[in-house]
């Protein structure tokens, strides 16, 4: 205990009180003797930098037991399943530093549900750079993650019934499974029709166009 503490800047009756408060795990025990490891002292070294980012002890707490509730990494990532998007590994500091005062219990209970984020040790896995990016810089604007984690369970409804719609007018039409350009298709059909239905939108909002009427 004296050697982890050491190494972790911190007094031995501090990391006695983190092991109290169940912030970090017991030790590997050989008879009388206590093994901490480098997981100790990551776990550590996360409490220094989230206590740094304004979180209390208890959120960190709340924190520690909703993530390591949370899917493993193979759950998500280890599906051999076809993907073009890049996972980002992150520390919880790092996930932080993204949302700013976002990262609550509730939130990151909701993000290991979709699946956006996963466990693997004492790292976090984003299973999508482009949607950590977006994410982020939507809660930059003013939007709350809650809100953004919400939008994005609709938005995978949506986007599964087109994956749906796509593939199956492919398998009634091709021998293929995933014809090569089903991707880069399914995209340009989605962004185009996508763009269009928010200029429409946007001309209701500014008055440019009046609401359509339902027929009677």
Do not use: C
Request: net charge negative; charged share 30%.
């Amino acid at each position: 205990m004296e050697e982890l503490a050491k190494e972790a800047g911190i007094p031995v009756r501090t990391l006695r009180f983190y092991r109290e408060r169940g912030l970090i795990a017991p030790p590997r025990r050989e008879g009388r003797i206590a093994w901490y490891d480098d997981h100790h002292l990551a776990r550590l070294r996360t409490i220094a930098g989230l206590l740094e980012r304004g979180h209390t002890l208890t959120g960190i707490a709340d924190l520690a037991r909703t993530f390591e509730s949370g899917r493993d990494v193979a759950e998500v990532l280890g599906l051999g399943e076809p993907t073009e998007e890049v996972p980002v590994r992150l520390t919880p500091e790092q996930l932080a530093d993204y949302f700013e005062g976002e990262v609550t219990p509730e939130n990151l209970a909701a993000a290991l549900d979709l699946g956006y984020l996963a466990t693997d040790g004492d790292e976090i896995v984003h299973i999508s750079r482009r949607l950590l990016e977006v994410s982020a810089e939507l809660v930059r604007e003013g939007v709350p993650l809650s809100t953004v984690l919400s939008a994005g369970r609709r938005v995978r409804e949506h986007a599964d019934a087109l994956a749906d719609l796509f593939v199956g007018i492919l398998q009634a039409h091709t021998a293929q499974t995933e014809p090569a350009g089903l991707r880069p298709l399914a995209r340009a059909v989605v962004d185009a029709e996508l763009s269009m239905a928010l200029d429409r939108r946007l001309r209701r909002d500014d008055g440019t166009q009046p609401p359509r009427t339902p027929a009677a």
